[in-house]
């Protein structure tokens, strides 16, 4: 059997052919390959300057900031456009805070803050002249120095000014508390600049082992941006216990959700918009997986867990009371990743994590 005749795609009409592009260049985060779901879409951006201004909405519309690594490579993009691209290339300056929709910061180290530069010397000058005034200080400023853009790119800090307005403009925010530095920086500079057309953020992903409400309930513009909020979901961390009496291929673990502080630290009167709650426990399942072996960046797969989730939505005859309101309580299942990660106190030991941003980007979590 002949197959039939291909239909050239110089003939498909302007529209039909972009909406291919856009479909093709779309992440796929379900993928459990570990090529980067924005590879598709990275290709396409470097066809054209027409395609590229086409695909970089679909590619920044769901930004997964996995790793400090990454956030910083985020900043040095968003310098690239400010102070190259706007300056240089206008053609291919983009704001990035009109475009990503959709944000989630798992890890946020910083770099201390360099030391002040010393005071430049103090030039005297005399003036004669006549009465009382006789000699007079004053300073001369030092010339302004020419910018060095590279350095500037590969600054270690993060710049708020630039990404503050990106973690503000988004619809849906999820962060680690272990980055809620991020949001509180962001808020900060949002006051001290006067922002307009930002905290947009109306469902809010808080994931990890401990809880800091504190930076947020503290402030003024954090009480504010808790205030606008209608979705709150909450993530813990996981801990196992292994039974390595399955011989040496396999171990069996026992995954047990852990959400420390739990609901009652959540400071509810703070939260008068909030209309749905989600809580994802991953509790008490037991599978069986080859033992894992972490890789070069220090990851292992360890297999799925069986997880469920409560949707907590707020009904007049709800039964679970927090705070002032009344909510009613859905229970759904779903699948869970669980990889290996290195410890955060630099040990060897690994510890499980549950990939929270790729459920969070699937809408799964």
């Known amino acids: 059997m002949s197959m039939p005749p291909s239909f050239p ?18 992440p796929d985060f379900a993928l459990t390959t570990r090529r980067s779901p924005y590879a598709d879409a990275l290709v396409l951006c470097r066809v054209s300057r027409a395609l590229r201004h086409e695909v970089l909405p679909v590619l920044l519309h769901t930004v997964i900031l996995r790793t400090s690594r990454a956030l910083h490579a985020f900043m040095r993009a968003l310098r690239m456009q400010r102070f190259v691209f706007a300056a240089r290339a206008p053609h291919l300056h983009v704001e990035y805070a009109a475009l990503v929709r959709r944000l989630y910061v798992a890890e946020a180290w910083e770099a201390p803050p360099a030391a002040p530069e010393a005071a430049p010397p103090m030039h005297t000058g005399s003036s004669s002249g006549g009465g009382d005034f006789g000699r007079q200080s004053f300073s001369i400023p030092p010339p302004p120095a020419q910018v060095d853009v590279e350095s500037l790119l590969e600054e270690p800090t993060l710049d708020y000014e630039l990404l503050g307005p990106v973690v503000l403009g988004v619809s849906d925010l999820a962060l680690s508390w272990g980055a809620i530095h991020v949001l509180y920086h962001s808020l900060s500079e949002a006051t001290l600049h006067a922002w307009s057309g930002v905290n947009r953020t109306r469902a809010l992903t808080l994931a990890g082992s401990f809880t800091r409400w504190r930076p947020l309930t503290s402030t003024a513009e954090g009480c504010a941006f808790l205030g606008g909020l209608e979705r709150l979901a909450l993530r813990g961390s996981v801990r196992i216990e292994a039974d390595e009496g399955l011989g040496p291929r396999f171990t069996k673990m026992m995954v047990q959700h852990e959400l420390v502080g739990g609901l009652g630290s959540v400071p509810w009167d703070a939260l008068p918009l909030l209309r749905r709650l989600s809580v994802a426990s991953v509790d008490g399942s037991t599978y069986d997986q080859p033992r894992y072996r972490c ?24 039964v679970e009371q927090m705070g002032s309101k009344k909510w009613a309580r859905h229970e759904s299942g779903f699948s869970a990743r669980v990889r290996m990660e290195l410890g955060s106190d630099y040990s060897s030991n690994l510890v499980p994590v549950v990939d929270w941003p790729t459920l969070w980007a699937c809408g799964e979590s």
């Open 9 to 26: 795609f110089t003939k498909l009409t302007t529209e039909l052919a972009l909406e291919i592009f856009r479909t093709a260049a779309t």
């Open 295 to 318: 890789g070069d960046d220090g990851v292992a797969d360890a297999g799925s867990a069986e997880a469920y989730e409560w949707c907590f939505e707020e009904t007049a005859g709800g």
